[in-house]
Nanobody, 124 residues
């Protein structure tokens, strides 16, 4: 069983930056592809970014391209989401997930383990 703990969320103003971290335990992170998802109040969960096992391949939702960067440090068993130029519409609970496959996926149902999420609130 892999445990994931997100951190780094908070309350910021539009245009600010945050870096989210997802620390994994109970498994070797290099064996898992990873992704970030978010869920805003009253909305369904949506894919934000994904990264393959090695970190050499990434994917992003259109609404975050050019602003967000997903990365990983397998030596630290940690996945990151650097969020720049935050907008009010980025307000959501951001969750990290991993799946035991080489490639990430936009489908949350394909991920095996999930963290509890960290709140990101962007004010105008």
């Amino acid at each position: 069983q892999v445990q994931l703990v997100e951190s780094g969320g908070g309350l910021v103003q539009a245009g600010a930056s945050l870096r989210l971290s997802c620390a994994a335990s109970g498994g070797t992170l290099s064996n898992y592809a990873a992704g970030w998802f978010r869920q805003a109040p009253g909305q369904e969960r949506e894919f934000v970014a994904g990264i393959n096992r090695s970190g050499g391949s990434t994917s992003y939702a259109d609404f975050v391209k050019g602003r967000f960067t997903i990365s990983r440090d397998n030596a630290k068993n940690t996945v990151y989401l650097q969020m720049n130029s935050l907008k009010t519409e980025d307000t959501a609970v951001y969750s990290c997930a991993v799946r035991r496959d080489t490639w990430s996926s936009t489908a949350g149902s394909l991920y095996h383990y999930w963290g509890q999420g960290t709140q990101v609130t962007v004010s105008s």
